[in-house]
């Protein structure tokens, strides 16, 4: 899915070759099916039965680079412009699983305590495979009526972990002051917690203070138990319009082909949509890979056949049995973020060969 480039020239943007990841966590579980699926799906009336309120709005079909033509919610115009532009990937399919492959939902894996992140004071998140020795950023001068939410960054050279918290503050604060003067090229971040959260995050990795990072922001409003069609509206929408202004500018600073920013949610949603116009707990979803070497405008993984009560249905309500591990997917991120092999393996329980890269490495 993410294409190895060679080490490029040195740039702003940090030393030579070295690579950036950011992590959306889209947090209460985000119905991605509502996001995309294949339009063979979508223009079903079948589909429209098992989600009547919530597959009523208009949608955008693109084919990307492939072959398979994708309904996108109208709300991700954004998204579906990048995918169709070869700057976005789909990643279906993904989900929480036994080293073993066994088909029965770990436990948790449909839960909102499997958010595979370090959860650190403050309401911070990291991937829980970054570094321990994360270093908190909080923004109060970001914060508006809107309540900007928090950011972290795992580096060990930016923040040691010797270092005591009024040493972190001071560094973190003198970080964001060096990097408040960084251009952003004629972009305009959109005014929103998400927008505020990556045009920060943008800034530290164009500074070059933060480059090589992992860095993770939040986006929440995905726990739709009720009310899911408007709820969905404002997420998504919020989502496709911080993404493509985040990518637009790191694309003209020049660091596309080092920055890559993904996705990542507890589970997914149950296909049938419920008496309250909502859906509940899934396992199976659906997840967005952004950036300049990615292998865009395609689906990697397989889409589940978003049929209730098959034998991949765990529920009879639509919550299907992954094709791909969050391990492999998050190993395919840290393998191309520098991580060894044999950290791979030791760090993702479920990767034991380089074998279970291949089908969505290029």
Not at 21 to 31: E, M, P, W
Not at 222 to 227: E, G, K, L, N, Y
Request: aromatic share 8%; charged share 15%; glycine share 12%.
């Amino acid at each position: 899915m993410l294409a190895s480039p060679t080490a490029s020239a040195q740039s702003p943007g940090g030393s030579s070759g070295s690579r950036s990841l950011v992590c959306i966590h889209l947090l209460g579980g985000a119905d991605t099916w509502a996001a995309a699926v294949p339009q063979s799906i979508a223009e079903t009336s079948a589909w429209s039965r098992l989600r009547p309120s919530i597959s009523s709005g208009p949608r955008l079909v693109t084919s990307g680079r492939g072959d398979q033509a994708i309904s996108f919610h109208a709300a991700l115009a954004p998204i579906a412009e990048l995918y169709d532009s070869g700057r976005l990937a789909l990643f279906a399919g993904v989900g929480s699983l036994e080293p073993s492959g066994s088909p029965k939902p770990p436990a948790g894996a449909m839960e909102h305590s499997d958010l595979r992140a370090t959860a650190l004071p403050g309401g911070y998140l990291l991937p829980d495979w970054s570094s321990e020795s994360g270093a908190l950023y909080d923004f109060p001068a970001l914060r508006n009526s809107a309540q900007s939410s928090p950011i972290a960054v795992a580096q060990k050279s930016v923040i040691p972990r010797s270092m005591n918290a009024a040493e972190r503050r001071m560094t973190a604060a003198n970080l964001l002051r060096s990097s408040a003067s960084v251009p952003t090229h004629g972009v305009s971040f959109p005014d929103t917690s998400l927008g505020r959260q990556l045009q920060q995050i943008y800034a530290l990795i164009a500074s070059g203070k933060t480059a090589g990072a992992v860095h993770s922001a939040v986006l929440g409003g995905f726990d739709t138990h009720s009310a899911q069609a408007p709820a969905a509206e404002r997420s998504w929408g919020e989502f496709a319009g911080a993404v493509f202004a985040f990518q637009t500018a790191i694309e003209n600073a020049g660091l596309a082909s080092r920055v890559a920013l993904y996705t990542d949610s507890e589970f997914g949603r149950s296909v049938v949509e419920n008496a309250g116009h909502g859906t509940g707990h899934g396992w199976s979803s659906l997840q967005f890979v952004v950036g300049g070497a990615v292998a865009g405008g395609r689906v990697h993984g397989s889409f589940p056949s978003l049929a209730p009560g098959g034998p991949d249905d765990v529920t009879g309500q639509g919550a299907f049995v992954p094709g791909v591990s969050r391990d492999a997917y998050f190993a395919t991120l840290a393998t191309w973020h520098g991580m060894g092999f044999g950290e791979v393996m030791r760090t993702f329980p479920g990767v034991t060969s380089a074998a279970a890269l291949s089908t969505v490495l290029l």
